[in-house]
């Protein structure tokens, strides 16, 4: 069981970046993708997660507006589209997979487990 996450790097404010996180190894269609990001200090917090089911997402207030999730099944791939970049962006970012309703949970609360995490790619936004 694998997830790989890439497309991090080093930005300036205000650019862009997209994400990648590629699964293999399980039934992709049992679970949905959450990304994922802890700053250095910080708690993780669920940034982002697309409903494989029927397409639906979910952002955090605090990326809402800015970056877009989106998945190609044919690809086992989803990717995070983060764009108008900021310095409180910077963070490690991962992307982890659960059935849906866990999905949604652990995104959006904190509490629950993701069953399979990715090793995370480090995304810093200079000012």
């Known amino acids: 069981v694998q997830l790989q996450a890439s497309g991090g790097g080093l930005v300036q404010a205000g650019g862009s970046l997209r994400l990648s996180c590629v699964a293999s190894?399980?039934?992709?269609?049992?679970?949905?993708i959450g990304w994922f990001r802890q700053a250095p200090g910080k708690e993780r917090e669920g940034v982002s997660y697309?409903?494989?089911?029927?397409?639906?997402?979910y952002y955090s207030d605090s990326v809402k507006g800015r970056f877009t999730i989106s998945s190609d099944n044919a690809k086992n791939t989803v990717y995070l589209q983060m764009n108008s970049l900021k310095p409180e962006d910077t963070a490690v970012y991962y992307c982890?997979?659960?059935?849906?309703?866990?999905?949604?949970?652990?995104?959006?609360?904190?509490?629950?487990?993701?069953?399979?995490w990715g090793k995370g790619t480090l995304v810093t936004v200079s000012s």
């Open positions: 697309i409903r494989r089911g029927d397409g639906s997402t």
């Open positions: 982890a997979a659960a059935p849906p309703l866990d999905t949604m949970v652990v995104v959006t609360t904190g509490s629950g487990v993701m069953h399979y």
């Open positions: 190894g399980f039934t992709f269609d049992d679970y949905d």
